[in-house]
């Protein structure tokens, strides 16, 4: 009877944790990028949020400031709820200062670290340039977005469209760490009047869509993602 013990050779054991060590360089990467996508997705659904309660907020001051312009018609007494919303208060203009617009409702209506840290301020709360998934370079925040940096670390930024007549919202959920790509960490969006945030584009497929035109920016390249990450549970598909 044979009772000699069986055992793996030097190299067998060598070959075994080289398998090893493979197998852990290409998992590791796949589930760390999807952890750092649900994280950012996280990251963008609690900054919407808390734009949404900034705009419920705004809308509520000032009714209660001025009830019967807001609420009330002025021969029926009868509410009239197309005389109410966002474009009808101090934040819902194209100007933008210490009383009304962009810099009066991103200062006075969120908690921030840091303010007028866009293109025309400091620019360190937003990325000096951005990307798309691609590598392509669609440079920065345009001029003429006012921005803070929250007290989470994400950047918002708000310009009123007098072309569209809307406000235009920009968030990086990371500010201005990296990556600075479209759809990963920044996305765009504007305020209906009833509050309501939407994607510039809601078609996802443009999400980071190829553009001829040269002029394209983050606002063309990020539109249809926002509504692409909230069709997927807040988390950009792959």
């Known amino acids: 009877m044979n009772n000699k013990k069986s055992a793996f050779t030097f190299s067998e054991v060598m070959i075994g944790l080289v398998i090893i060590g493979v197998i852990t360089a290409m998992v590791i990467p796949f589930f760390y990028n999807s952890h750092a996508d649900k994280v950012k997705g996280t990251q963008l659904k609690k ?3 808390q734009i949404s309660i900034a705009i419920s907020s705004i809308i509520s001051d000032e009714r209660s400031q001025d009830e019967h312009d807001l609420y009330y018609g002025p021969d029926t007494g009868e509410r009239e709820e197309e005389n109410s919303g966002f474009y009808l208060t101090s934040a819902g203009t194209k100007t933008s ?3 009304q617009g962009a810099k009066y409702f991103l200062n006075k209506y969120f908690r921030h670290s840091k303010v007028n840290c866009g293109p025309d301020g400091t620019n360190d709360c937003v990325g000096a340039t951005y990307k798309t998934p691609k590598q392509k370079n669609i ?7 006012y921005c803070i940096k929250t007290t989470n670390s994400a950047a918002i930024c708000m310009k009123f469209d007098e072309t569209d007549k809307v406000s235009k919202i920009i968030v990086d959920v990371n500010g ?8 990963s960490d920044l996305f765009v969006m504007y305020i209906e009047n ?5 994607d ?3 078609d996802e ?3 980071n869509m190829d553009r001829s035109n040269e002029e394209a920016g983050i606002l063309d390249y990020a539109a249809g993602c926002f509504t692409k990450a909230v069709g997927n549970g807040w988390v950009m598909p792959k």
Do not use: R, Y
């Open 205 to 207: 497929s443009h999400c």
């Open 200 to 202: 510039l584009d809601e």
């Open 176 to 183: 201005a760490e990296k990556p600075n790509i479209t759809g």
């Open 97 to 99: 200062n210490d009383t």
């Open 194 to 198: 009833n509050g309501n945030l939407k």
């Open 47 to 49: 900054v919407c949020g």
């Open 139 to 145: 440079g920065s925040v345009p001029s003429g977005f």
